[in-house]
């Protein structure tokens, strides 16, 4: 998102972040099937893994899941937000994908061979100029260059 965001001249229009709803790889790199795949299109993965934290909610308008399960843990995580404590949209990162027909879950290819690390990538270059598109609508803003699927 961060690439299409930046090649559309619109980068410092968003703030653009990652992170889990849990802990368990807090501080870890990608994993190296992931890079792989990215680096082949020319993205670098170089960030390193954080949770979702209650602040997170203040600091941003959007917020979207990979798939149904994390998206539930989002929403149960906003219910419990200190008072007072603004909540972002939350929706599905495949909402924007135009290919995703039914299945709204972005796929895990953890355990599957290097083809689906690629094939998660490409659903994810989808949903990113899907919903880079609805942004840029809904907001008014043009890119100044071009933002479409590699």
Request: aromatic letters at 6%; hydrophobic letters at 40%; glycine letters at 8%.
């Amino acid at each position: 998102m961060r690439k299409l965001v930046d090649d559309g001249g619109l980068g410092p229009r968003f703030l653009i972040e990652s992170a889990g709803v849990s802990g368990e790889h807090a501080g870890e790199s990608a994993d190296p099937r992931s890079r792989a795949a990215a680096a082949r299109r020319g993205y670098v993965l170089d960030g390193r893994a954080r949770q979702f934290v209650y602040e997170d909610f203040e600091r941003f308008d959007l917020v979207l899941a990979a798939d149904r399960e994390n998206l539930r843990r989002l929403e149960r995580l906003a219910q419990r937000t200190p008072p007072g404590t603004r909540n972002p949209s939350l929706s599905l990162l495949r909402e924007y994908d135009p290919a995703a027909a039914l299945d709204l879950d972005v796929p895990d290819p953890w355990a599957q061979g290097p083809a689906a690390f690629v094939r998660v990538l490409e659903v994810c270059e989808r949903s990113c100029a899907g919903l880079l598109a609805a942004l840029t609508v809904r907001l008014g803003i043009t890119a100044t260059r071009s933002s479409g699927p590699r």
